[in-house]
């Protein structure tokens, strides 16, 4: 089982919601960043929420992580001493970025997830899709007509276009990608916005 803080609540609307060390403000799960205290008292991202332990929760964005960093919100907060990184920020920019790229692979090898122009287009013309991936180095040529196609699925721009085809076992660079509706969307979509916000973006 895993505890945390007390005070934890849950919104109809949005589900469960955490309260953040640094701001106080209580808000849902995929907009935070849970941690908890590991051997030897570091502290450990739990990008997956599945660690067990007390459970520490700082909203997914840079300022936030700053000041609970810098003021000791998290000793405080766990009532122990912790070490903690203090190059926690871009530890956790590259954690999550690995975790997006993992979860494009694994639509893949489900087969939830097709590149290029002509594919997206094709599949967006056919069903709702659950993402719509563009590559942030990619000419915006064509951007314009697939996000209409894509009607109210979450757009992400976060990677760049070698990345995206390495995720996808290709070589060169994949500029266009669309994901099937399901959980390994919702799972992308939630770590993508945690890593958008973390970069200032959202």
């Given at each position: 089982?895993?505890?945390?803080?007390?005070?934890?609540?849950?919104?109809?609307?949005?589900?469960?919601?955490?309260?953040?060390?640094?701001?106080?403000?209580?808000?849902?799960?995929?907009?935070?960043?849970?941690?908890?205290?590991?051997?030897?008292?570091?502290?450990?991202?739990?990008?997956?929420?599945?660690?067990?332990?007390?459970?520490?929760?700082?909203?997914a964005?840079?300022?936030?992580?700053?000041?609970?960093?810098?003021?000791?919100?998290?000793?405080?907060?766990?009532r122990?001493?912790?070490?903690?990184d203090p190059?926690?920020?871009?530890?956790?920019?590259?954690?999550?970025?690995?975790?997006?790229?993992?979860?494009?692979?694994?639509?893949?090898?489900?087969?939830?997830?097709?590149?290029?122009f002509?594919?997206?287009?094709?599949?967006?013309?056919?069903?709702?899709?659950?993402?719509?991936?563009?590559?942030?180095?990619?000419?915006?040529d064509?951007?314009?007509?697939?996000?209409?196609?894509?009607?109210?699925?979450?757009?992400?721009?976060?990677?760049?276009?070698?990345?995206?085809?390495?995720?996808m076992?290709?070589?060169?660079?994949?500029?266009?990608?669309?994901?099937?509706?399901?959980?390994?969307?919702?799972?992308?979509?939630?770590?993508?916005?945690?890593?958008?916000?973390?970069?200032?973006?959202?």
């Open positions: 089982m895993v505890d945390t803080l007390a005070g934890d609540i849950e919104d109809e609307e949005t589900g469960p919601l955490r309260r953040c060390i640094a701001t106080g403000e209580s808000r849902p799960i995929d907009r935070m960043i849970r941690f908890v205290v590991g051997p030897e008292d570091r502290l450990v991202p739990d990008l997956a929420g599945r660690l067990p332990g007390r459970g520490i929760w700082v909203s964005d840079r300022e936030a992580i700053e000041r609970a960093t810098t003021k000791r919100l998290f000793a405080k907060a766990a122990r001493p912790v070490s903690v190059a926690l920020p871009g530890l956790l920019d590259r954690l999550i970025e690995r975790q997006c790229l993992d979860l494009i692979g694994m639509a893949r090898r489900a087969g939830a997830i097709v590149a290029g002509e594919k997206v287009e094709a599949m967006l013309r056919r069903v709702a899709a659950g993402a719509l991936i563009e590559a942030s180095d990619g000419s915006a064509g951007h314009g007509k697939l996000r209409r196609l894509a009607a109210d699925a979450p757009v992400v721009t976060l990677f760049q276009a070698a990345n995206l085809a390495e995720a076992g290709r070589e060169g660079v994949v500029v266009h990608a669309a994901m099937s509706r399901g959980k390994l969307a919702e799972r992308f979509v939630a770590a993508s916005e945690r890593l958008a916000a973390l970069r200032g973006l959202a």
